[in-house]
Structure formats: C-alpha cells, structure tokens
C-alpha cells in the first residue's frame, strides 16, 4: 500500500464522500434541479448515483455484505416509506400531494445511498478519519459563514447563482428575532443551521483531542468555529441539541478535561455577552418565556391535530411528505412521520435511531483503542442531539441536516465495520452476556 492510500487520497470512495459534503454545505440549500423539486439539491441527486453505485458495487461483488443491526433498520425504514407511498397512491389523492409523495419517496433514496455509501465507501480507518475530518473543517466554514452573516446582517447566500440550479426557497439566508440577526449559513433556516452545527460538533471536539500530530490551530478551528457559531442562531433546539452533546461526552472524558471544558463555555458566554449586547439574554428568554412563545405554543396546539389525522391511518399512515406545509408546520418530525408513516414508520424511525446510538457505544465499550472508543461516544453524541432535535422541528423537510444524519450515521457504522476482528468479536460477545 502507498503513503497516499494510506491516508485515503488515492480512495475514489473518499473522493466521491468529500464531493457529497462539498454539496451538501458549500452549496445554498435553495438551489435545486427544479423537475426534482425540493428533492432535486445536489447532494441529494449524488445520493440516489452513491445508491446505483453501492448496488452495483454489491452484485459485482466490491462489496461484502454483512447483516449489521444498522443495515436491516435501514432497510426497514425504506420499506415503511415505500409501503406508505402505496397507502398514499391506493387512497383518494389530489395531484399535489402524490408530486410530494413522489419527491419524499426520492428523498428518501438518496438519503439510504448517502448512508450505504459512507458505510461500505471507506477502505481503511485512514480513509474514514480523512473523511470526517474533512466534515469538520466544512462545519467550521459553515459556522464562520454564519458568523460574518451574523456580523452584516447581509443574507449573502442570496447573492449566488449557480447556472443549472433555480431557487426553491423564499427564504432569506438571515432572520431577526429581538432585534438580533439569526443567520442560517447555506441552510434554508436558522433552526436548521443549529442542527446542522449541533451534529457536527462532537466529531470536531473527538478531532481536536486526538489528532495531536496536527497542528493546534487545524485542530481546534472548527470546533471553537462551530461553538462561536451555535449560540447566534439563537435557536432554542441548537441549545438543547448542544447540551445533549456534552451529557453524553463529559461522563466519558478524564476530570482535567471537562474542567477546561467547563471553563471554555464559561469564557464563551462572557465573550457572547460582551460582543453581543442581549445575546444572552435573547437566549434565557428562549427557556424562561417559552409559555408565551408563539413558536412554542404552535407546536403544542398541532398535538390535536396530528392525533386525529394519526387516527385515520394508524398503522402505515397517509404517506410520506403529503402531510404539507399548507395544512400545518408541526414542527417535530416525530409527530409528522407518525401521520405520514404511520405508528409502524415512526416506531422503525426511532429504532433506526437508536441502533445508530448504542451500536456507537458499543464500538466504544468494546474497544481498547482510545481513538476508536473516542470516536464512537461522538457518533452517538452527534446522532442523540439530531434525535432531540427532531421534536421540535420538521427536520426531513430540510435536505442539509436530514441528508447529514444518514452520513454520520452511515459513518458510524463505518467505523463498527473497520474495527478489528477480534475487537467486534469482543463487542459481540459482551452484548450476548448483556442479554
């Protein structure tokens, strides 16, 4: 094997995963492949090629297969999508909503290429850490680009055009709240660029720790980037999303270190409250005030609603995506695929999710690599605070965080693939005494 191989330059997987995230954050999610509609970003059109290519790939034999838990929940989830698409078409339908269906359903492809892709793509724990590293450099541009929005008020994704690609979206690339500007980056909106950040984030932090033969500025850059960034988007989901990151890193972390981790959100906050005049105050208020936030009480007054359209079609339900924005924005993605998918895709969905967690901790458990067990507990820090962020916003109704999840997640079951045998063996064996 070559030094470049080994380091993953020479990998047309790793090229073709870099490319993806090279789409997926570099470019405005409003500009879209316009006969795809909402389903036709960049990103997503590659996924649905990674998705040829991984079958293709599997029936020439590149490929093995194996029966990991991650790949069958996956599986399941597409065909709750598929079989709710076929309750949606069977039912009474106007045109609308089977266009929505048919782009849920294409949405839904690319994201399980991108996941299968990212699981089977890299060769080498080489090429998975040149990946993700690559990852957290585009998340902390994301966050500096947030930050000069920010700065200017300026919604400068606005100003870019990209011959072949129409705008999707009304929406402006800032937003005010309390006189503050939130902005969104290259995301559609502001919620979705906390989550986008959110997610990346215990990537960054497990990166900035280990990667000790980088330089510090390398290292570090995206991670205080993305932390810088976090808070201006002033989303109350962004926070929570970033406290359920570190519940689930500090325990894990030695007593020195979440000291200096405890001391750098503490100057993060007087730096916030110096530069920011009311930032901080904005964002207490975002908890203290939330019985008059009209945010907050919309989501509240659409669980009436959901139950009654739940209540029509319990088990597959109506189809995925023809529960459309005209009729209500729920705002969590849980109670929007219970109507869409039924009480059997959204309880596939919370599987698939949590398969995605423990199985990320269990790589850790069973390994005595540091690096490798680091790793691990930050798939799982990184797919837990997309889980909470999921209640409170319609989350597959934004491509640049829905299409990030199956990513990370594909990674993660990357890295359960790539750890040595007999430290799978071991993980193996003390889940089956767990039992």
Known sequence: MTPAEKVGWSSPEVRL?????????????????????????????????????????????????????????????????????????????????????????????????????????????????????????????????????????????????????????????????????????????????????????????HYALHDRHRKQAARWFPVVAIAAAVPISISRSAILSAAVVLLILLPTWARPLRRRAYAFIVALGLVLYVTVPGLIGTLTSLFTGISQDSSATSRTDSYQLATEFIARAPIFGRGFRTFLPTYRILDNQYLGLAIELGLVGVSIFLIFLLTATFGSMAVRRGNTDQSTRSLGQAFAASVGAAGLSFAVYDAFSFPMAASLLFLIVGCSGALRRLSPPQQRLHTEQRSKRGR
């Not at 294409?106 to 080498?124: K, N």
């Open 17 to 205: 995963l870099t490319l993806l995230i090279v789409l997926l954050i570099g470019i405005p999610s409003r500009l879209i492949f316009s006969p795809l509609g909402s389903a036709g970003t960049p990103a997503l059109v590659l996924g649905m090629v990674m998705l040829v290519l991984w079958l293709a790939a599997l029936i020439t034999g590149y490929i093995r297969y194996d029966h990991q838990p991650l790949r069958v929940v996956t599986w399941l989830f597409l065909g709750a999508v598929m079989i709710s698409y076929v309750a949606a078409t069977t039912r009474p339908i106007d045109a609308v909503e089977i266009r929505a269906a048919d782009r849920g359903l294409i949405s839904v492809l690319g994201w399980v290429g991108i996941l299968l892709f990212a699981l089977d793509g890299p060769r080498s724990r080489a090429d998975l850490d040149l990946l993700l590293r690559r990852l957290c450099w585009a998340g902390g541009l994301q966050g500096v680009f947030g930050i000069v929005q920010f700065a200017t008020g300026l919604p400068l994704t606005n100003y870019l055009v990209i011959p072949g690609l129409t705008v999707n979206s009304d929406l402006g690339s800032v937003i005010g709240r309390d006189g503050l500007t939130r902005p969104a980056g290259t995301t559609i909106h502001p919620i979705e660029f906390g989550a986008v950040l959110t997610m990346i984030l215990p990537i960054a932090l």
